[in-house]
């Protein structure tokens, strides 16, 4: 089993920028896929970008550009760098770790998850 432990969420005004951390430990992180997710009040949560376990890209709808994730296989630790933050990118931010090789967007492509982050954008 794999357990996640976030964080890096905050408050920030709109235009700023954070960088989420997600830090994994248990049975070798290192060789699974990875992804974050947020849910905002209200609704369903959804895919933010993923890596997988070669290190592969993706990033769901709105996000790109913006948005960045790395892995660092050393350090067991998964992040997102978020740029130009705006009021609807507000909400409990979770990572998620599958041993699949490769990532996806939907909830049911992972095994593990965390407890999340919170991150708020004013305007």
């Known amino acids: 089993a794999v357990q996640l432990v976030e964080s890096g969420g905050g408050s920030v005004q709109a235009g700023g920028s954070l960088r989420l951390s997600c830090a994994a430990s248990?049975?070798?992180?290192?060789?699974?896929?990875m992804g974050w997710f947020r849910e905002a009040p209200g609704k369903e949560r959804e895919g933010v970008a993923c890596?997988?376990?070669?290190?592969?890209?993706r990033y769901f709808d709105s996000v790109k550009g913006t948005f960045t994730i790395s892995k660092d296989n050393a350090k067991n630790t998964l992040y997102l760098q978020m740029h130009t933050l705006k009021p609807e990118d507000s909400g409990m931010y979770y990572c998620?770790?599958?041993?699949?090789?490769?990532?996806?967007?939907?909830?049911?492509?992972?095994?593990?998850w965390g407890q999340g982050t919170q991150v708020t954008v004013s305007s």
């Open positions: 890596v997988g376990r070669y290190g592969d890209t």
């Open positions: 248990g049975s070798t992180p290192s060789t699974y896929s």
């Open positions: 998620a770790a599958d041993d699949g090789t490769s990532c996806g967007r939907r909830l049911s492509d992972y095994k593990y």
